[in-house]
């Protein structure tokens, strides 16, 4: 499995951005998949994920971010609104051949190479 971040940018705050990710060589069907990202200098955090068809967010994007994906296709998306600077980092699509805990990154197998979201105040 191939994971292809995209849809990054500079945007001011208050603005929006769309992250897509798709998988090539296998489809989102009954596996777990997330976004996570990481800033200069800190630890990659967790930001949403689907598994077993919910959804999950970290408390300071709920209402915010929106996670979906194109049932029986290899895309997912993130929507991002209302961006604050603190949202400013690398995003990272990943994905899981099993359920397990959705906020640990090492629970994911499969990883995209990384998208730049950078929100100027």
């Known amino acids: 499995v191939q994971l292809q971040a995209s849809g990054g940018g500079l945007v001011q705050t208050g603005g929006s951005l769309r992250l897509s990710c798709e998988a090539s060589?296998?489809?989102?069907?009954?596996?777990?998949m997330g976004w996570f990202r990481q800033a200069p200098g800190k630890e990659r955090e967790f930001v949403a994920a689907?598994?077993?068809?919910?959804?999950y967010y970290r408390d300071s994007v709920k209402g915010r971010f929106t996670i979906s994906r194109e049932s029986g296709k290899t895309m997912m998306s993130l929507q991002m609104n209302t961006l604050e600077p603190e949202d400013t980092a690398v995003y990272y699509c990943?994905?899981?051949?099993?359920?397990?805990?959705?906020?640990?990154?090492?629970?994911?197998?499969?990883w995209g190479q990384g998208t730049q979201v950078t929100v100027s105040s």
């Open positions: 689907l598994s077993g068809g919910s959804p």
């Open positions: 060589g296998h489809t989102f069907r009954g596996y777990m």
């Open positions: 990943a994905a899981a051949d099993r359920i397990r805990s959705v906020s640990l990154a090492r629970n994911y197998d499969y």
